[in-house]
């Protein structure tokens, strides 16, 4: 049996080169040996401020993006998350097994939420416990993200445990898969920051649909130091980025990357990421370019894998319902 992999990316932006190689990129690697399925979780991205016609459009975009990344719809489901509506019925009975305490320790909230507690959502708070129940709901092995959602995948093994002991063993208790290179890629103009969608910055980051002029600037600007010589040190993280992005596009081993720099420049080192983020985007846009054309393909990809998912639900949520007292 192969294990069974979940995992989701907010439609809530451009998609950058953080988000793919910290996520999609290793989906794809691994689309043979696992039992796959991708959503686009929508009903996260309403957990802050958002225009409705901006999110339609988010989401046609992120499919199109998933299909041009490689991620074959013959050897996985990819579905939009409000297309089943059990998410938020088992979101809401998640809540009710979750403590307050955890979700206040979630970094992530504590960082979104700064000084607007009185003008954020609810939902922005108890938006894990939805992450729990994508994941809960498709009794899911393994849950491939970056970096910063580890904390919440392992909110989600703790509410699975919570729940099993109280209501017996309902739910498989997922791992969080976090690819050793490339699961924490820094912002272009200030490498102390993440690589995030939200960034205002002009040169912050590189989408994968980007102009490509544009993200070859993008990278040949990118803030370094005053240092010279090119070695994978973290002190050093502007230079440190840029090595990692060339790392985890290459799979050349450190050693290899460091003797292949010898002797050059930051300004050789930003013009070779910059050929390896090209060589990597260029084919995915034509790719998109070509698939978008047809609409009608894409509607058919997503109802086929939501009519394939039906039956894993059906019987989560009716051992979820039975075990909690509704049935
Ligand atoms: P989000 O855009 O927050 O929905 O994130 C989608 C996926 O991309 C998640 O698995 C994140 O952990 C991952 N991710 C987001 N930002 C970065 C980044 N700067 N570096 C690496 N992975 C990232
Ligand atoms: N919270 C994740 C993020 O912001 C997206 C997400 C929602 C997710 N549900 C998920 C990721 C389930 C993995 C599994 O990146």
Sequence with gaps: MKKRVFSGIQ???????GNYLGSIRNWVRDLDSRDNIFCVVDQ?????????SELRA?????VGLYLACGLDPDKCNLFVQSHIPEHTELAWLLTCVTPMGWLERMTQFKDKVGSKRERVGTGLFTYPTLMAADILLYQSHEVPVGDDQKQHVELTRDIAERFNHKFGEVFVVPEPVIPEVGARIMGFDDPTVKMSKSAEGQHHSVALLDDLKKARKTIMRAVTDSG???VFDPERA???NL???YQALTGQSRDEIATHFEGKGYGDLKKEVAEAVIAEIEPIQARYRELTADPSHIDGVLAQSVANLRPIVDQTMDAVRRAMGHR
């Design 238 to 240: 502007g230079l440190y």
């Design 11 to 17: 439609p809530s932006g451009h998609l950058h080169i």
């Design 44 to 52: 996260h991205a309403i957990t802050v401020d958002y225009d409705p």
């Design 243 to 245: 090595l990692s992005v």
């Design 58 to 62: 988010n989401v046609r975009e992120l």
């Design 228 to 230: 010279r010589d090119i």
